[in-house]
C-alpha cells in the first residue's frame, strides 16, 4: 500500500481534517493521500481501504418482522427482506442485482421489483428458499450488489448476509407419539403438549419474531470480482490507491509520481496549461522533446483530451477530444468511456498515430496493481525528428 | 400447523363422542382440546387414557401406510364438559301440618375432573350406530339425562323428609332447612353416582306459595283493609268536630232571655217546633266579620304610619329655620372682625410705627446676606486650592504606578520572550539585540557549530559582532551574514537599515514565516506544525 504507515486505519480522523482543506491531497498529519470519493462535492467523503465511500455506499438489510423462521422438511420459506439506503447526505444508491445462495447449491439471481434507493428509502424483496430436504440448520447466504452514481461514473459494490435457518424433521403422524405423556413432566399444568415437538421448537428458535432482524453485511470483494463487477475478470484489480509512475513527459508536464490526488479522482490529460503545476496532478499532453515544443502537431492535441480515472477496481479512459482517440489500434469517438489494459497504447492523434504515444503498464503483485507507468513517446516521423 | 379446535356440538351436552369421519383425513390432523374439557382417547374400543385438554395429532400417510401393513386401528375419543353446570327440577312435599308444599330445586353439577374416566358410566343406552331415525343412537350424554338419572330419588327420600319435620309457614327464609336438603341431596347423590363421576357442588331451593301462606296472606290482607277503614273513619269524625267548632248558630227568638237560658233541650226543641225561636246560620256573617276586622286593622296601621311620616318631615323643616338663622348670626359677626381690624391698622398707619419697623428689619437682613456672601466665596475658593492640589498629588502618584506596571510588564514580556528561545537567543537579547536579530544569529551559531559548547561560543562571537556593528533588523543580520562577519561593520547602513519602523516590519514578516513552511520538495505553503506536505506527501518532520 502506497500510504506511508498510518497509525491507525485509514482514514483516520486526521484525515477527514485534513480533507477539509480541498487543495490538500495528502494529510499532513499521517501522510496518507487523501483519496476522495469520486462524488465529494456532494458527500465531502473520503474512501476507506477497501475503496468504498461509507458516506455514499450504506445498504441495511433486515429480515422483516413477522416472517417465519423455521420450517420442515420438503417445504420452502419466504424471506421478506427490507433493504434500505442509509446514508446521512441523500445519496441515492442503486440496488443492481441479488443472489441468493442455499448450501450446496448454485448461485440463484433474485428478480429486483425496484432499482433506485433514494436515502432513506426502502425496498422490499421476497426470496424464497429451495425445498428443504434434510432436516438440521440450513445456512442461506444473501448477495446484494449495489451501484453509486455520480455524472457518468459509477461504482459497484456487493456486500454479502447470511440467514441460518433450523429446518425440523417431518412431524410425527402417529397418534401414539401423542398420548403417552404426562402434562405434569412438562410443566404445562391442563394442557398436554408433545414434549418431544416443543424441544424441535425450542431448537429452531421458533416462532415469527415481533420486530425486523437486522443482517450483517459484510464485503464481498471476491464475489464482486467473481460477477465481474470489479477488478478484471478476478484476476487482479487496481485500486484507488495504486501509484502512477510517469515516464517521458517533460519536466513539469507531468504530476508527481504516486496515486490520483485530484479531488474528484480524475485525471485530464490533454494540451490545456493550467494543469500539471508542481505536485498538482492533470498532464499536459505536449509533443515535445527536450523542452522543444512541436507547435504544428501539438495543435491537433484537444486542450483536454481525455480522461483517465479508476472506477470498478479497473483504470477507465473517457475521450473527450472532438477528434477521438485511438487505443491500441481502434479509434473511439468522443464520449467512449474504456477500460485500458495491461500494456495498452494510447495513441492520442487519430490521424497521426505515430506522432505521439502513452503506454501503459501494469506491476503486479499478489492480485493487485501496484504500480501503474505510463509512458510517453514521441514519434519519430514527427517534425522534431 | 394450526390445531382444529374440539367442542361439544350442543351446550346442553355434557359428553360426546368424536365421530370417526373426522379423524379420517390423508393429511395428519390436529386437534386442540381445550383444558376445561376430559379428553377421553379409545384405542381398538379400549380406553387408552384420558386428560383435561390437550393437543393431539391424528392420521396423516403414514398412519395410514400402518394400517395397510399392520391392520386399521380404531381410535375413538369422548370430550366431556368439566364445568360446573346446573339443573332444575320440581319438587312437592306434605309440611307437618299437612299443607302441601312445592319448589323449584336448582343442583350445581359437576363431572368429578379427578376421575373423568368414569363419566363412561353415566353414557347408557350409547349406540355407535346412529342410522336409525327412529331411535338416534346415542353418542352423547346430556345435562338433562344426569337429572333424569338422579331426580327419582331425591323426591321422598330428601324432600318428603325434610320438609315432613316443619310447618308449612315456617319453610320460607329456612336457610337451615336448604342446607339440610343440599346435605342430603349431596349424600344421595354420592349414593348413586359417585363412582360414575358426578359431584353435586350446590343446592338451593325455590319455594312455591303453600296453602297456609296463602291465607295467612288473606287474614294480614283482610287486617290491613281494615285498618285503612279505620283510619278513614278517624279522618271523618275529626272534620265534623272541626266544623261544629267553628259554627256560630244566631238564636233569633222572640221570648224573653231570662227564660230562653233557663230552658232545658227538650224545651228548645219543643220552641223551635213552635216557631218560637229560629236557628240562623251565621257562618256567612261571621266570615264577613273577620274580613271588617282585618280592613279596619290595615287602615289603623296606614294612619299610623302617615302620621309618623308627617312628623318627621315637620321636625326636619324645623332644624333647617334654625340653621339659617345662626349662619345670620355668624355672618354679622365676622363683618363687625373686620371692621375693627381696618380701623386698628388705619391707627397704625398714622403713628409711622410700622414703617420704620419694617426698615429696619430690611437693613438688618440685607447685611446679614452681604456677609453670608462673602464667606461662600472665601470657602469655594479654598476648596478650589485644596482640590488642585490633590489632583496634582494624584495624578503624580498615578504616573509613578503606571512606571511601575510597564517596568513589570516589559520584565514579564522579556520572560515569556525568554520561555521559548534558546539560550543562545537569550544571549543576544541580554546583548540589547532585538529578538529577530537573535533567531538569525542563533540559526547561524547552531549552522556552524557541531557541539552545544561550540553555538554558545560561536554566539557570543557573533553577539559580539553584531552589537559593534548596531545590527538592529532581520534583513541586516542576514546581509551581515551574507557579506561574511569580517565586513560586518557598517552593513546596517548597507542593508538599507531603517531605524526604528523597520524592526516591527521585519518582526511580523518573521512571526509569519513561522507559522507556516514550505515543503522543499514541491514548494507547496503548509502550516508548521504539518508532519507531511500536504501537495506531495514529502515528510517534513524527522
Not at chain 1, 507547435?295 to 491537433?300: A, G, I, K, P, R
Not at chain 2, 296606614?302 to 333647617?320: C, G, P
Given at each position: 500500500m502506497v500510504h506511508s504507515s498510518p497509525t491507525t486505519s485509514y482514514p483516520g480522523q486526521c484525515c477527514f481534517r485534513a480533507s477539509l482543506d480541498r487543495n490538500a491531497t495528502f494529510c499532513d498529519e499521517c501522510g496518507a493521500p487523501l483519496v476522495r470519493c469520486m462524488a465529494t462535492d456532494e458527500c465531502g467523503g473520503?474512501?476507506?481501504?477497501?475503496?468504498?465511500?461509507?458516506?455514499?455506499?450504506?445498504?441495511?438489510?433486515?429480515?422483516?418482522?413477522?416472517?417465519?423462521?423455521?420450517?420442515?422438511?420438503?417445504?420452502?420459506?419466504?424471506?421478506?427482506?427490507?433493504?434500505?439506503?442509509?446514508?446521512?447526505?441523500?445519496?441515492?444508491?442503486?440496488?443492481?442485482?441479488?443472489?441468493?445462495?442455499?448450501?450446496?447449491?448454485?448461485?440463484?439471481?433474485?428478480?429486483?421489483?425496484?432499482?433506485?434507493?433514494?436515502?432513506?428509502?426502502?425496498?422490499?424483496?421476497?426470496?424464497?428458499?429451495g425445498v428443504m430436504d434434510t432436516a438440521g440448520l440450513h445456512r442461506f447466504d444473501i448477495y446484494v450488489v449495489v451501484a453509486t452514481r455520480y455524472l457518468w461514473r459509477e461504482e459497484r459494490y456487493a456486500f454479502a448476509a447470511s440467514i441460518a435457518i433450523p429446518v425440523e424433521p417431518e412431524g410425527p403422524s402417529e397418534i401414539i407419539q401423542n398420548y403417552n405423556i404426562q402434562a405434569d413432566a412438562i410443566g404445562a399444568g391442563m394442557t398436554i403438549y408433545n414434549p418431544t415437538r416443543i424441544q424441535k421448537e425450542r431448537e429452531a428458535g421458533i416462532a415469527t419474531h415481533a420486530e425486523p432482524i437486522q443482517l450483517t453485511l459484510r464485503r464481498a470483494d471476491t464475489l464482486e470480482r467473481t460477477l465481474g463487477h470489479r477488478g478484471y475478470d478476478g484476476r487482479y484489480a487496481v485500486p484507488r490507491f495504486t501509484n502512477f509512475v510517469w515516464q517521458g513527459f517533460d519536466r513539469e508536464q507531468a504530476p508527481l509520481d504516486g496515486p490520483i490526488r485530484t479531488a474528484t479522482g480524475v485525471l485530464s490529460v490533454g494540451r490545456a496549461s493550467n494543469a500539471p503545476e508542481v505536485g498538482l496532478n492533470d498532464v499536459r499532453l505536449l509533443i515535445s522533446q527536450d523542452g522543444k515544443i512541436d507547435?504544428?502537431?501539438?495543435?491537433?492535441i484537444s486542450r483536454r483530451h481525455f480522461q483517465l480515472f479508476i472506477q470498478n477496481d479497473r483504470l477507465k479512459l473517457r475521450v473527450e477530444s472532438q477528434n477521438g482517440t485511438r487505443i491500441n489500434d481502434e479509434a473511439y469517438r468522443r464520449g467512449a468511456v474504456l477500460t485500458l489494459n495491461d500494456l495498452d497504447v494510447i495513441r492520442p492523434l487519430v490521424r497521426n498515430p505515430e506522432a505521439v504515444s502513452i503506454s501503459v503498464r501494469f506491476e503486479i503483485q499478489h492480485d493487485e496493481v501496484d504500480r501503474i507507468v505510463l509512458r510517453r513517446r514521441v514519434g519519430t516521423q514527427g517534425s522534431l525528428s | 400447523m394450526a390445531s382444529e379446535p374440539v367442542i361439544l356440538s350442543d351446550p346442553r351436552m355434557l359428553a360426546e363422542f368424536m365421530r370417526q369421519s373426522e379423524f379420517r383425513s390423508f393429511f395428519e390432523k390436529r386437534f386442540a382440546v381445550p383444558p376445561d374439557y376430559a379428553a377421553l382417547l379409545f384405542k381398538n374400543g379400549q380406553l387408552i387414557d384420558a386428560f383435561k385438554g390437550g393437543h393431539f395429532s391424528v392420521g396423516g400417510v403414514v398412519d395410514k401406510l400402518k394400517g395397510l401393513v399392520g391392520g386399521s386401528t380404531h381410535i375413538g375419543m369422548m370430550i366431556a364438559d368439566l364445568k360446573p353446570f346446573s339443573v332444575q327440577t320440581a319438587l312437592k312435599a306434605l309440611s307437618r301440618d299437612k299443607v302441601e308444599v312445592?319448589?323449584?330445586?336448582?343442583?350445581?353439577?359437576?363431572?368429578?375432573?379427578?376421575?373423568?374416566?368414569?363419566?363412561?358410566?353415566?353414557?347408557?343406552?350409547?349406540?355407535?350406530?346412529?342410522?336409525?331415525?327412529?331411535?338416534?343412537?346415542?353418542?352423547?350424554?346430556?345435562?338433562?339425562?344426569?337429572?333424569?338419572?338422579?331426580?327419582?330419588?331425591?323426591?321422598?327420600?330428601?324432600?318428603?323428609?325434610?320438609?315432613?319435620?316443619m310447618d308449612a309457614v315456617e319453610i320460607r327464609g329456612q336457610t337451615g332447612l336448604q342446607d339440610m336438603i343440599q346435605a342430603d341431596i349431596m349424600k344421595e347423590v354420592e349414593r348413586l353416582a359417585g363412582d360414575l363421576g358426578l359431584i353435586v357442588r350446590a343446592v338451593s331451593i325455590e319455594w312455591a306459595m303453600n296453602a297456609d301462606e296463602v291465607a295467612e296472606m288473606q287474614r294480614a290482607e283482610a287486617d290491613r283493609r281494615q285498618d285503612a277503614l279505620d283510619h278513614q273513619l278517624e279522618i271523618i269524625k275529626r272534620e265534623i268536630q272541626r266544623e261544629q267548632d267553628a259554627t256560630e248558630i244566631t238564636l233569633k227568638s222572640q221570648v224573653d232571655l231570662a227564660k230562653l237560658q233557663n230552658a232545658s233541650e227538650d224545651e228548645l226543641k219543643q220552641m223551635a217546633l213552635k216557631s218560637e225561636i229560629e236557628f240562623l246560620d251565621a257562618r256567612e256573617s261571621a266570615k264577613r266579620r273577620q274580613e271588617l276586622d282585618a280592613l279596619a286593622h290595615e287602615i289603623s296601621t296606614?294612619?299610623?304610619?302617615?302620621?309618623?311620616?308627617?312628623?318627621?318631615?315637620?321636625?326636619?323643616?324645623?332644624?333647617?329655620s334654625d340653621l339659617l338663622e345662626i349662619r345670620k348670626r355668624q355672618a354679622a359677626v365676622e363683618r363687625d372682625i373686620a371692621l375693627i381690624e381696618q380701623n386698628r391698622a388705619d391707627q397704625m398707619r398714622k403713628s409711622g410705627a410700622y414703617t420704620e419697623v419694617e426698615i429696619t428689619t430690611a437693613v438688618q437682613k440685607q447685611q446679614a446676606d452681604h456677609i453670608a456672601r462673602l464667606q461662600e466665596i472665601e470657602i469655594r475658593g479654598n476648596e478650589a486650592e485644596a482640590n488642585l492640589t490633590i489632583r496634582m498629588a494624584g495624578a503624580e502618584t498615578q504616573n509613578q504606578i503606571s512606571l511601575m506596571d510597564a517596568q513589570t510588564r516589559g520584565k514579564t514580556s522579556e520572560i515569556n520572550a525568554f520561555k521559548n528561545m534558546s539560550p543562545e537567543q537569550i544571549l543576544a537579547i541580554n546583548a540589547g539585540l532585538s529578538a529577530d536579530v537573535a533567531q538569525v544569529l542563533a540559526e547561524q551559531a547552531r549552522a556552524k557549530s557541531v557541539s552545544s559548547?561550540?553555538?554558545?561560543?560561536?554566539?557570543?562571537?557573533?553577539?559580539?559582532a553584531a552589537t559593534a556593528a548596531q545590527i538592529r533588523s532581520e534583513e541586516q543580520a542576514r546581509e551581515m551574514f551574507r557579506m561574511g562577519m569580517d565586513g560586518a561593520i557598517g552593513v546596517a547602513h548597507g542593508a538599507g537599515g531603517k531605524e526604528g519602523g523597520t524592526s516591527s516590519v521585519g518582526s511580523s514578516s518573521a512571526t509569519q514565516a513561522a507559522a507556516t513552511i514550505e515543503c522543499p520538495k514541491c514548494r507547496a505553503v503548509n502550516n508548521a506544525k504539518a508532519n507531511f506536505c500536504k501537495q506531495c506527501g514529502h515528510k517534513l518532520r524527522t
Open positions: 473520503l474512501l476507506d481501504e477497501t475503496g468504498r465511500c461509507p458516506i455514499c455506499v450504506a445498504p441495511r438489510m433486515s429480515l422483516d418482522a413477522g416472517s417465519a423462521s423455521s420450517v420442515r422438511v420438503g417445504g420452502t420459506l419466504a424471506l421478506p427482506l427490507i433493504v434500505s439506503n442509509a446514508s446521512p447526505v441523500g445519496r441515492p444508491l442503486f440496488i443492481e442485482e441479488m443472489w441468493i445462495k442455499g448450501d450446496d447449491s448454485e448461485l440463484r439471481k433474485v428478480e429486483l421489483p425496484f432499482q433506485r434507493l433514494n436515502s432513506g428509502a426502502t425496498g422490499e424483496v421476497g426470496l424464497r428458499t507547435e504544428t502537431t501539438s495543435v491537433h | 312445592a319448589g323449584v330445586a336448582t343442583l350445581e353439577l359437576q363431572v368429578d375432573p379427578d376421575k373423568p374416566s368414569n363419566i363412561l358410566g353415566m353414557m347408557h343406552g350409547v349406540t355407535r350406530s346412529g342410522v336409525d331415525p327412529e331411535t338416534p343412537g346415542r353418542k352423547a350424554l346430556s345435562k338433562a339425562d344426569v337429572l333424569d338419572r338422579i331426580r327419582p330419588h331425591l323426591s321422598d327420600r330428601v324432600f318428603e323428609a325434610a320438609i315432613g319435620r296606614l294612619e299610623i304610619e302617615r302620621k309618623a311620616r308627617f312628623d318627621d318631615a315637620l321636625a326636619t323643616a324645623r332644624n333647617e559548547a561550540e553555538t554558545m561560543q560561536a554566539m557570543r562571537d557573533m553577539v559580539e
